[in-house]
């Protein structure tokens, strides 16, 4: 579908954007959009078509490999920017579109508190079997109230680890420990001083209410937290090093009753180690919104009743994708503009 077709700049869309923010901003800025509606995922053939011979700029999905290849059409079709509908670019050779001297974007800040949000239903919904409750009263199997029946875990005044304590670990915590009296112990390659200086605060604040103190501790390894927290959230970005950061070994060091929570990247955990963890362990749970080879899930995983699972819809509320939407377009314009106010990975 084609928007503004006397415009003098061609931008492609390889999807359907909420809301329409995004396009009378690059309307506004004198460019023709084509946005491209195949539901499937646009492979490099169809990508490398939709690019053509001319196209200044491209707003691609997080489904999307951005490889050399399609950085070398779109620098040979005089492309400048290419912004990912995503605050993540794990699916974008970053290096390569600096060869070719194309700016990439992203999508940072919108999808924060949405995210994090996910992250703590997940957390919950696991901890008190909510989906697991959900089938077995609409299986038609709940016969009245039993004090024995589907006993989850209390995390109030627990200990909640975070793996990787950026933005959006950051609030995740917050709201655990503000919510919910936990204390926290996070793992990150750098100290987070805002966030220490927040939960000391409050701990401050619990004391002056003449309540217990909550803390905050940064671990020295990725092990500590995973022995010592009664939850943990994963917030890291996927790259060579973070990849199966959860195997089986690191998951035999979490308790036997504990949570994991994964709202980054499928592939930060070995998926099929999960699924084993998880039948050797039924009282140890998962919450997910992300698998390692989307859309499809590791052979037994939905089977499982000790796991929440959810079609990465962590940051789908509407404000937030029309957010990102409009981010990403401003991205775009940024580049092509020559103006630096623009979102670029933390690279
Ligand atoms: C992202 O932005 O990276 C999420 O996975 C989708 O919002």
Known sequence: KTYNAAGRKRIVVTKPLPGDLWLNRLIDADCKVEVYTATDVLGVDA??????????AVLGQLTESWNDALFAALKSAGGKAFSNVAVGYDNVDVEAATRYGIAVGNTPGVLTETTAQMAVALTFAAARRIGEAERF??????????MTLLLGELLWRKTVGVIGAGRIG????RMMVEGHKTNLIYYSPH????????????????????????????ADTIEDVLREADCVSLHAALNESTYHLINAERLALMKENALLVNTSRG???????????????????AGLDVFEDEPDLKPGLSELDNVVIVPHIASATRW????????????????????????????
């Open 267 to 285: 592939p930060l955990i070995d998926e099929a180690a999960l699924v084993e963890h998880l039948r050797k362990h039924p009282n140890f749970r």
């Open 137 to 146: 009263l609409r299986a038609g199997k709940f016969k009245g109230w039993m």
């Open 47 to 56: 990508l490398r078509a939709a690019i053509g011979t001319r196209c200044d």
């Open 320 to 347: 937030t994708r029309e957010g990102m939407a409009t981010l990403a377009a401003g991205n775009a314009i940024g580049v092509l503009s020559g103006c630096p106010a623009w979102n670029k990975p933390d690279i």
């Open 170 to 173: 950051s609030a995740y915590a």
């Open 191 to 218: 100290p987070h001083p805002d966030l220490e200086a927040d939960i000391a605060a409050y701990a401050d604040f619990l004391v002056s209410r003449r309540q217990k103190p909550v803390s905050c501790k940064r």
